[in-house]
DNA sequence: GTAGGGTTAATG
DNA sequence: CATTAACCCTAC
């Protein structure tokens, strides 16, 4: 009819933020009834709420594009002071539980005409089995697995919804134009590492240390030295009694870069949003 | 009620 | 013509 398009406005954005640092993200029903958020979101449904929140954190978690500050919003400072000083809690809405080890590596057979049944193994395996070190642009993804399997001919578009939304879980990255697996999942997905004689560890992790990293975000590039810096130290340790401690480390590098990451996502958004911060409160995490 | 897949209008 | 944001549908 007249409305083709509701666009969601600053005033509704920021309530449903407020309604997730609140109630935390999932109940939406729970932010949609509460009278603090009720008058503003008055017009949307808790599925809107979840749709958009989808949104926000897929554009907040596609690290890409940071000069582009999507906050359109003049800010008023005096009329709309700044929300609940007491919050934090909630990291970020896009690092989710991505627990899928036994992630079906089903052949799919093109024979069988498979509608729905899992698009996203298809591209996860496409991007497996390219191993594009700059990652693999649409068009190969798309080529690729229309090779494998029969899809619809608006598959290409799909295609770059599911991108999205595996970047959104964490299992895929962008990095310019194209797509690629992200490390961590990457690891657990084509590693079965289980390799009782132990043999020796190959050093040749180079695959992304001589690529440009000037196109990704700082969070990400302390990811990046970190692993950088574990292969060097996985190289050099010759001792097997080193080993084991070499493993401990690198496990703990690991989770202190990932914490560090979602410190960085944090500090982001809170700086898109217009919200000051001093060293001194991001050293002590008093924000 | 929620999560996720999928579709369509809008925009660069 | 590719991508995004709002919307819709279905399974759990």
């Not at 954005?13 to 729970?30: N, S």
Request: charged share 30%.
């Amino acid at each position: 009819m007249g409305a083709p398009k509701q666009k969601w406005t600053s005033e509704e954005e920021e309530a449903l933020r407020r309604g997730v640092l609140k109630h935390g993200a999932g109940k939406w029903r729970t932010i949609q009834k509460d009278p603090e958020f009720s008058p503003v979101l008055s017009s949307r449904s808790n599925i809107d709420l979840k749709d958009k929140w989808r949104n926000l954190s897929f554009s907040a978690s596609g690290l890409g594009s940071r000069d582009k500050l999507r906050v359109p919003r003049p800010k008023a400072p005096s009329s709309s002071p700044s929300p609940s000083p007491q919050l934090l809690l909630l990291s970020a809405p896009n690092n989710v539980a991505e627990a899928s080890p036994p992630e079906d590596c089903e052949k799919s057979p093109q024979d069988d005409k498979t509608p729905s049944p899992k698009y996203s193994s298809m591209i996860l395996e496409a991007l497996d089995e390219l191993k594009e070190p700059n990652g693999s642009e649409v068009a190969t993804i798309c080529n690729f697995i229309e090779q494998r399997h029969e899809v619809q001919p608006n598959f290409r578009r799909l295609l770059c919804a599911k991108l999205r939304r595996l970047i959104g879980v964490n299992k895929v990255e962008k990095i310019d134009k194209s797509y690629k697996l992200t490390d961590s999942y990457a690891k657990r997905a084509l590693a079965p590492m289980k390799d009782p004689s132990l043999k020796k560890k190959d050093s040749a992790k180079s695959s992304k240390a001589a690529k440009g990293l000037g196109q990704l975000s700082p969070a990400l590039d302390a990811a990046e030295a970190a692993a950088m810096k574990v292969a060097d130290a996985e190289a050099k340790s010759h001792l097997a009694n080193e080993h084991m401690m070499e493993v401990e480390r690198i496990g703990k590098m690991a989770e202190e870069t990932e914490s560090l990451l979602e410190l960085a996502s944090e500090l982001y958004e809170r700086c898109s949003r217009g919200e000051a911060l001093t060293i001194l409160q991001v050293a002590h995490r008093e924000f």
